[in-house]
T-cell receptor, first 115, second 112 residues
Framework: GAVVSQHPSWVICKSGTSVKIECRSLDFQATTMFWYRQFPKQSLMLMATSNEGSKATYEQGVEKDKFLINHASLTLSTLTVTSAHPEDSSFYIC???????????FGQGTRLTVV | SQQGEEDPQALSIQEGENATMNCSYKTSINNLQWYRQNSGRGLVHLILIRSNEREKHSGRLRVTLDTSKKSSSLLITASRAADTASYFCATDAKDTGNQFYFGTGTSLTVIP
């Protein structure tokens, strides 16, 4: 199946700094990618839809200035957590529509810890 | 919210027994998928069932879909200790493309 690679898998950063998470589709072009957030022992919550060449669409309650999404190419979307706070510590997962636009393929996830 | 619900929230069974998890959702869908997540890890895709399908099998997994009740079930037969994980259903609403909305998840523990 299609492969989505997410990097880094784990990052620890200081409060106030920014962290960039990359999501790449390795063997197909992804015009649309999705970013999810998961708190411990909870389900995944959709944060935003990333569209290649245009602005991301954010779900209600997600701060677009805090979670900057860039989808500059058909194989790469990035999520930047700006001015991170401890409450931003979470598991972030990206996904992409597969080549047949039916199934979704998920990255391995990024565990962000803000200290 | 389009987030679905799953029940039970937690399930503990003996190895060899069958495990059944249910998922309910709110809107019309294109597909419903089941995922598995080991603690602190990413998601593993288990099975996809389309809205025009009623049942699907994959190895020890059996998934049913009832669109009239907006519900799905995942059955794991002859469970193994390695099946211990959280299981989520995910739906994509018909008018939102491939944005997936996840259920609340079922935490399955299989006791050796």
């Amino acid at each position: 199946g299609a492969v989505v690679s997410q990097h880094p898998s784990w990052v620890i950063c200081k409060s106030g700094t920014s962290v960039k998470i990359e999501c790449r589709s390795l063997d197909f072009q992804a015009t649309t990618m999705f970013w999810y957030r998961q708190f411990p022992k909870q389900s995944l919550m959709l944060m935003a839809t990333s569209n290649e060449g245009s602005k991301a669409t954010y779900e209600q309650g997600v701060e677009k200035d805090k979670f900057l999404i860039n989808h500059a190419s058909l194989t790469l979307s990035t999520l930047t957590v700006t001015s991170a706070h401890p409450e931003d510590s979470s598991f972030y997962i990206c996904s992409s529509e597969g080549p047949m636009n039916t199934e979704a393929f998920f990255g391995q996830g990024t565990r962000l810890t803000v200290v | 919210s389009q987030q679905g619900e799953e029940d039970p929230q937690a399930l503990s069974i003996q190895e060899g027994e069958n495990a059944t998890m249910n998922c309910s959702y709110k809107t019309s869908i294109n597909n419903l998928q089941w995922y598995r997540q080991n603690s602190g890890r990413g998601l593993v895709h288990l099975i996809l069932i389309r809205s025009n399908e009623r049942e699907k099998h994959s190895g020890r997994l059996r998934v049913t879909l009832d669109t009239s009740k907006k519900s799905s079930s995942l059955l794991i037969t002859a469970s193994r200790a390695a099946d211990t994980a959280s299981y989520f259903c995910a739906t994509d609403a018909k008018d939102t493309g491939n944005q997936f909305y996840f259920g609340t998840g079922t935490s399955l523990t299989v006791i050796p």
